[in-house]
């Protein structure tokens, strides 16, 4: 079995696929799913397949930076947050990076724009890869220059 790399309790993570270069999260070992801030959400048929497209702020302070991506649908569920509140989420399976580690995960979309991170990082998206450390913050590496790129 590969050695686990230690997680802070929010880290820069990217999804490549849809053109997130670099994103702040939020882990959150509570959470079962990983969640990604998506706005103007729409499905559309794509030659036969349900596909989302959907708008993202990458940074909580810019509402500003748009990244429009868009993504085949998995599936919808309804999650339920902390507050106890559910609601029916599209579901899409992106690439996801931290670091130099990379992988295939699935991810919820949701309006986090009231919220202080943008992504809340789920336990099946970390687990066999990674332990985490509360104490510790952006423990795998430092925010990169250029935050997003258009997809």
Known sequence: MAELRTLGWREW???PDIGIAQIKAKVDTGARTSCLHAFKVESYDNEGATWVRFDIHPSQTDSSDVVQCSAPVLE???VRDSGGHEELR???ETTMTIG???QTVEVTLTDR???KFRVL???TAIQGAFTVDP???YLIGKRKRQMSTTA
Do not use: A, C, N
């Open 13 to 15: 993570v990217g999804f």
């Open 76 to 78: 919808q569920r309804v």
């Open 90 to 92: 599209y579901v899409i």
């Open 100 to 102: 130099d580690h990379e």
């Open 113 to 115: 724009d009231t919220m």
């Open 121 to 123: 990082l789920g336990r």
């Open 135 to 137: 104490s510790g913050s």
